[in-house]
């Protein structure tokens, strides 16, 4: 084995797993864990290896189709130092939350379904991850977008999870369709697909900055769907239907994460247009904001912490359009990983300990009954507020330093929105863990299996030090960025709005018996989720209408139903022509044929 | 020494002999002979152009391939008429004419 | 010589010819088609096209006529039951025959260029050898296409004989 067919070996893995579990799973419920847990383990030590090889300089690739000159879309892994650590991050991130399924799904159904479903999402992500070229990331961005559909959609029978799976595969698809048009924009331009032959072709958009422009934002829509921007992010929060570990997984840690991931790998091309850069930041900063507010008023524990990834992820692509380097979101991405799959894993032992509630009204003093939990859960959402010298303090307020530098307007809704992020964080840890039980399971609460503590506690180590590790140790990303000309009392307002946040929860919510504060457009999404259903209804519906009538009267009766009444018609008459003698028929034609000489003969 | 009207009205009435076996019997397998009888007229009428239009001072033997085809795709013609015949009496239990009338108003 | 011997051909080929036409039993019908096409052949021979005379004898005479007589006698034909004689059928027959004799006469009567003599051939006939030569080199497409022709004939016929027809 080489560094040339590592990269294979991880891709393929869990497909073959997907496969064989498809086959054999139901038969076996050790057999389908097994199997789906080796396969990402498999990937995780391949990957962490392959992170400590040297860089390999040319990329392995085939032609997929190849129409000549023309036209070819190659398959093929690029190996450099992103891919690297995305592959590491996904790699680990999917064993541990494999690991943590086997307990949590332990009573349910369809067993071998979502573990063949998780190993095909594996595969999926993979594919993004390595992919070198445009197509074939897409190509992987719509399997991603499928296997989610599959593990949205795990409890099918129920209709909320039938419809959030149908609804984030349409969403994800007119995001979809943007990527598209702008992958098919690159392409008539510069003729090639592959990412480093585009890197190289830069030049050409010299002279069409609005070409280059439009073709960054509309690839920049499959970020919107995929990594749940303003205003398609409607889909996260109704996903939270999947298993938990399926939110922890592919809403926290990596698919969402291919967003972020697809404009760090087309970095170079963005920094060429300003413009769509600002596009991008203004974009990211706006979710950023508007998921922090919506998340300090909602009561589900899982969307909670969904609202709380978009707005994570609005900072991710906020940090690419302001930040000189890509590093900076990709920072953020992988520490945000950490300690959201944490959140995400605790809140589904709070869940499986409550007996599958999932309301925080319902839960209260779980402290004691789940002190893992509580300790783990204490960490991941320390760092996801940003406590100093946790991992989200590095990640995060670098991204809001450069916002601020770079664009001042931005920087200080990023920083009102980190001061938020604290609030309704600790706003959740102190309604469930603190106070009093409120409901009878919580007074029966128990502390989950090993299986599923163990990778809460792995989890939770990174989620602390990883900044540390970054910034002090180098791991990952060596050469970060630091801007300069930032004033440093930004450092001391970001310090004193954390302190703010957490203590604000702390005197609201200490004892609340229920929510002491009200705001209906914050719970009710900001009524984003309305105007959605009012367009589907009355505009969408209206044109369906207008294309039913079409279709029943000009398709139906003028092109169906009259061509065929009027050929009917014909025959009717002609009909009284047969009689049915062979003979005479004959005679006719031998008549014609005998006349028609004379004709041409007397002629 | 015959001229070429002599086989043109050979073939002539050999093909009305074939008209008149379609039009005035009504066993569909003597209607079937009068078909035969016909292609065979056509093709002597192309024998005898082949031999009195000389090409090189050989007689134009594309007209002879030509006969050799329709020879080939009569017999064709006559296996699946014969097997069509076969199932239409297996049906009806007649190979008369009249009582295959069914394709009418 | 030649002049007898195609008059006596001639008449050969076209008395059974009536033969086929007007005799009751579908037998006799067929017997006097072999006889016909025997005639024909004969004819074929005296345009010095003996390799299509030979054809002649061998599938029409042989295998096709074979194969009449043997659906006749499997279908178990007996002679025609006299139905009613319609006397509009003949009628319109005879006229359409009639009336293709009458047109095809006064044509073969109207051009002159056909009572020429038979012009004499240059060399000994090898007509074998020129009609391969022909059908392989200029003919070779439509050689092919028949014998695809042929073997669709052959599955349609296997198809058409099932006993069950759905």
Redesign the interface.
Known sequence: MNTLTAPWIILFTPLAAAAVILFAGRFSKPLSAGLAIGSAAVGAFLSWWLYFQPETPEALRFYWLDFGEVFRIPIGVTIDHLAKVMLVIVTTIATLVFTYSVGYMKSEEGYWRYFAGLSLFLFSMLGIVLADNFVMMFIFWELVGVSSYILIGHYYSKDSAADASKQAFVVNRIGDFGFMLGILLFWGATGTVLFSELRESIALFDGFPIYLTVAAVLVFCGTVGKSAQLPLHVWLPNSMEGPTPVSSLLHAATMVAAGVYMLARIFPILEATPMALEIIAWVGGLTCVAAALMATQQDDIKRILAYSTISQLGYMVLGIGVAPSSDVSMFHLFTHACFKCLLFLCAGSVIVGMHHEQNIWKMGALKNKMPVTFLAMCAGALALAGCPFTSGYYSKDMIILWAVEKAPLLGWIAVATAGLTAFYTFRLIFVVFLGKPRDEHAKHAHESPAVMTIPLVLLAIPSLFAGLMVTKGGLFFDHLPHPEHVPHFVHYVLYALFAAGVGGAFLLYRNAAKDPIVIPAFANRLYIDNVYNWIVQHIQDGGAAVLAWADRWVVDLVIVQIPSKVTWACGFVL??L??????AY??FF??G??GL??FL?SR | MPTLAHYLIVSGLLFSLGLAAVLLRRNILIIFMGLELMLNAANLSLVAFSRFNLLDGLPNYNAQVFVFFIITVAAAEVAVGLAIIVALFRAKQTTHIEDLASLKF | MQLALFWIFALLTLIFAVGVVFLRNPVSSAMSLVMCFVGLAALFVTLDAFFIGVIQILVYAGAVMVLFLFIIMLLDLRTERTRTVRLSSWLGGGLVVGGFVAALSKVVAGLPALHVAKPDLAAQVNDVAEIGFTLFRNYNLPFQIIAVLLLVATVGVVVLSRKELK
């Open positions: 009909r009284f047969q009689f049915g003698n062979l003979q004959a005679f031998g008549a044929v005998v000489l004379y003969l």
